[in-house]
């Protein structure tokens, strides 16, 4: 209950902030967004006894949230100071470890987070349909997973998860998130399918890969902040991977 309760209050909210909200709001959200994920995500990798990012993934993220130029300038200057500032370790085993911990970090939350800005300028439509192919999908794996789930896909990693929640959440998405992309944007249905699909595939990996990284780290949920979610970088950890999977198409199909 809590799960579906936290999804009503939140789901409004997001969806008035990508499709009808100033620039300036939903930069403003999108830069929240990115540092409730940094932080969780900080969290995570201290537990893994190499020294917490801290303050320096803060600031090199939000310069390669809002550069406007070549963002990987901000990438590259991230990855020399962090491998020099990590000599400070009390061991020099953890200098590698500490800096790519940090770079990582930087990369993955506000790297991701930053192809929304693209896909909003194009069409606020598809930045709508990167998250609804999670929400879908996560609604279609939960609901079948838990009815019919009998093989399990990755348990070591996620127990829970199983091969027909996974079929599930690329059903659900093609269908409803799909759908919603043909007829908000004209994407023909054959292309609008198969980017579907890359979308929901690449999410699931990413649900995946943060379930990994908190079993690593020996941490249960991310966070506590959304009720029934557990932590931010639980709910969006989909989402940072499917966002550039969408830019990329946008790119390479050169839409806009």
């Known amino acids: 209950m809590k799960r579906i309760l936290t999804a009503a209050a939140l789901i409004p909210v997001v969806v008035y902030v990508v499709l009808f909200a100033n620039s300036w709001v939903f930069l403003s959200v999108l830069i929240v967004a990115a540092l409730l994920s940094y932080r969780e995500y900080d969290g995570i ?8 990012p801290g303050p320096m993934g803060y600031g090199f993220g939000l310069a390669l949230l809002l550069w406007p130029g070549d963002a990987w300038i ?3 200057g991230a990855a020399l100071v962090a491998l020099a500032l990590a000599m400070r370790a009390d061991s020099l085993g953890k200098t590698l470890p500490r800096a790519a911990l940090l770079l990582l970090g930087v990369v993955y939350v506000f790297g991701c987070w930053k192809c929304a800005l693209p896909l909003r300028e194009t069409n606020p439509h598809w930045l709508m349909f990167a998250l609804l192919v999670n929400w879908t999908g996560d609604a279609g794996a939960y609901y079948v997973g838990r009815a019919f789930g009998r093989h399990k896909m990755a348990p070591r990693v996620s127990p829970k998860k199983s091969w027909e929640g996974a079929a599930a959440s690329i059903a659900t998405s093609i269908l409803i998130a799909g759908g919603y992309l043909v007829y908000f944007t004209g994407t023909g249905a054959l292309r609008a399918v198969a980017l579907t699909a890359a979308a929901n595939v690449a999410g699931q990996l990413g649900d995946l ?11 249960k949920d991310s966070g506590a902040i959304l009720p029934g979610h557990g932590g931010f970088l639980d709910r969006v950890d989909s989402t940072l991977f499917s966002l550039p999977v969408v830019y990329a198409y946008l790119k390479l199909m050169s839409v806009g």
């Open 45 to 52: 990798a201290a537990a893994y006894g190499f020294g917490a």
């Open 74 to 76: 901000v990438a590259l």
């Open 209 to 219: 890969t943060e379930s990994a990284m908190k079993r690593g780290a020996g941490v």
